[in-house]
């Protein structure tokens, strides 16, 4: 039964994201916008959860409590993991990782549909090649950037690590 609540509500978010996007135009795929949809409701689920529940009635649930004298990144892994099992339903996180365990599947439709269609690539692999080479590197230049800004501001903190970068496994842990 879990299950299909989670697929329930998967389908119900991508049929709002397809209802939205043709109601209104936009030029973004109905799945995208029900991916934002979902979040949405993820992240007003989560507030909600924590304004109605006291702390206590929520320990049972899975959430983790942080240890103030624990090491920066082991707090760091808990707080991410109390986050996420705080916010995500069990049906919704059953249905989803059936869906991701088995996503390799969902790329076949595309590797079809390029070899489909290889002509018509073809006659614009340039293109096709310099768009690809460019947003790869548009991507790792925010990615970067990003990255350095949430060290700084992470190093900047009176928690931090006293104005010390921290370290390449702290960083990938």
């Known amino acids: 039964m879990a299950l299909i609540k989670g697929f329930c509500?998967?389908?119900?978010?991508?049929?709002?994201?397809?209802?939205?996007?043709?109601?209104?135009?936009?030029?973004?795929?109905?799945?995208?916008?029900?991916?934002?949809?979902?979040?949405?409701?993820?992240?007003?689920?989560?507030?909600?959860?924590?304004?109605?529940l006291p702390a206590p009635d929520r320990e049972g649930e899975g959430v983790l409590r942080i240890d103030e004298n624990a090491d920066r990144d082991l707090g760091q892994r808990q707080l991410a993991r109390a986050l996420l099992r705080e916010r995500v339903p069990a049906s919704?996180?059953?249905?989803?990782?059936?869906?991701?365990?088995?996503?390799?599947?969902?790329?076949?439709?595309?590797?079809v549909g390029v070899m489909v269609h290889f002509e018509l690539i073809a006659r614009d692999l340039t293109a096709i090649a310099i768009t690809l080479v460019a947003s790869i590197a548009v991507t790792q230049f925010v990615t970067a950037w990003l990255l350095q800004r949430l060290i700084d501001r992470g190093s900047a903190t009176p928690s931090g690590s006293g104005g010390k970068s921290p370290s390449a496994d702290e960083v990938s842990s």
């Open 92 to 111: 919704l996180r059953l249905a989803s990782n059936g869906l991701l365990s088995h996503l390799s599947l969902l790329f076949v439709p595309a590797g």
């Open 9 to 52: 509500i998967l389908l119900l978010c991508q049929f709002l994201g397809e209802v939205t996007g043709r109601a209104l135009l936009l030029p973004v795929p109905g799945p995208v916008l029900g991916m934002l949809f979902l979040l949405l409701g993820l992240m007003l689920r989560g507030r909600l959860r924590k304004r109605l």
